[in-house]
């Protein structure tokens, strides 16, 4: 049985406790999309029946706010939340009740009590600035070690790598057509190294995250792989983030 009992004392009413979650998105739960994470842990919240605060307004919901969203297909091995309670609970409590309803592929691995925030605290969106990734690409051709390195370092010494990119229309104007946008995304790849492991290459990659000049893996590999030496399987690669950072402004 879990202990529920809070840590701290009770409080009066429009008190919280603000708690920090890093969890998990594996396996078949990596095609969620980001509505579809949201709706999942509301779920979970209120199959968990925790003494979660609501939001204020005329449709009140669970106060929960999370990190950068990840692209349908990418999987997050260290992903952030934030939760709002009216009742102190230990974060192993937290954790475990949460687990105990969350569907295969989410698990929560981590949860801290936060200092008490005040209302203009930076959200996790906006502390998130960077991301690791790791990516693994079939080889159907083959490369030496000593090749791909020197791929990676010529890619990373050119000045400019061009993506385009498809603006959509705003929903005021569904009349106008998509149009084509080109972002120069070497600013955003702050490394990139490779292995040769068995028939993958086995890709490692830190990028930008946030609003200016924010920059995907599976844009990275795009680009990467349209001059690659050796014949690879982009369709089946499969893409991890790994981490975000910077750390010290995530971890309490």
């Known amino acids: 049985m879990v202990d529920l009992s809070p840590v701290l004392p009770q409080k009066p009413v429009n008190t919280f406790w603000w ?10 739960a990596r095609y969620f999309s980001h509505h579809d994470l949201i709706r ?4 979970a919240v209120r199959r968990a029946c925790l003494p979660v605060a609501l939001t204020q307004g005329f449709n009140p919901h669970p106060d929960l706010s999370y990190g950068p969203p990840l692209p349908v297909g ?7 939340l934030d939760l709002n309670l009216i009742r102190a609970l230990t974060p192993d409590s937290l954790c475990s009740l949460l687990n105990d309803v969350l569907p295969e592929g989410l698990r ?16 996790l969106v906006m502390l998130a600035r ?13 490369i030496k070690a000593e090749e791909l390195a020197n791929y990676i370092q010529t890619f990373l010494a050119a000045d400019e790598i061009i993506i385009h990119r ?16 080109e972002q120069n ?17 086995f890709l490692e990659m830190e990028l930008r995250l946030g609003s200016m000049g924010n920059v995907r893996p599976d844009q990275v590999l795009q680009v990467f792989l349209a001059d690659f030496p050796a014949q690879v399987d982009l369709d089946e690669a499969k893409i991890i983030r790994t ?4 750390q010290e402004l995530l971890i309490p």
């Open 243 to 246: 981490e975000l950072g910077p």
């Open 130 to 142: 960077r991301a690791a990734y790791q990516a693994r690409i079939p080889l159907t051709g083959e």
């Open 19 to 28: 708690y920090r979650l890093q969890f998990s998105k594996m396996g078949l």
């Open 74 to 80: 990418i999987a997050g091995e260290k992903e952030y």
């Open 40 to 43: 999942t842990f509301t779920r």
């Open 185 to 201: 995304i070497r600013p955003g790849i702050f490394s990139l190294k490779g292995q040769v492991k068995a028939n993958e290459i």
């Open 108 to 123: 929560v691995n981590k949860a801290w009590m936060l200092p008490k925030m005040s209302k203009d605290r930076p959200s």
């Open 166 to 181: 498809l603006l959509k229309p705003k929903k005021k104007n569904k009349k106008k057509e998509e149009k084509e946008k």
